[in-house]
């Protein structure tokens, strides 16, 4: 059997890290009194764990763990899969990061939304 290179070996620990990193999340947002989880197809979830994935490559690791995922409601949820749909990391404007941000942080909140 042909040895693996450290390159490759160095890319499925990132891909196996980023996994259980979106996986972690998810299981955290599935668990959330506000999220509504029943509500969300299973192209819904497939879209946010995509989301989720590319987010993880695009932000810093510190960043990513001080979001409180547990506590995200259903139109927080329904706003990152409409924000990021059909956008990849490399497509995403540094605007639709920063909304995401502002979402997953929780540090600006629209008045008009309850």
């Not at 999340?25 to 969300?40: D, L, N, Q, T, V």
């Not at 879209?47 to 590319?54: F, H, K, M, P, W």
């Not at 949820?77 to 639709?96: E, K, N, Q, Y």
Request: hydrophobic share 35%; glycine share 4%; charged share 30%.
């Amino acid at each position: 059997m042909p040895r693996t290179s450290d390159d490759e070996l160095g890319r499925r620990r990132f891909q196996l890290s980023r996994e259980r990193a979106v996986e972690a999340a998810i299981e955290k947002i599935r668990h959330a009194p506000c999220a509504e989880w029943p509500s969300f197809s299973s192209a819904d979830i497939t879209s946010l764990r995509d989301i989720l994935g590319e987010l993880w490559i695009c932000l810093e690791r510190e960043k990513w763990m001080g979001y409180a995922f547990s506590t995200l409601t259903r139109q927080d949820i329904r706003d990152i899969i409409t924000l990021g749909a059909g956008a990849s990391c490399r497509a995403m404007s540094c605007a639709t990061l920063e909304e995401m941000d502002a979402i997953l942080s929780h540090s600006k909140r629209n008045p008009d939304k309850p």
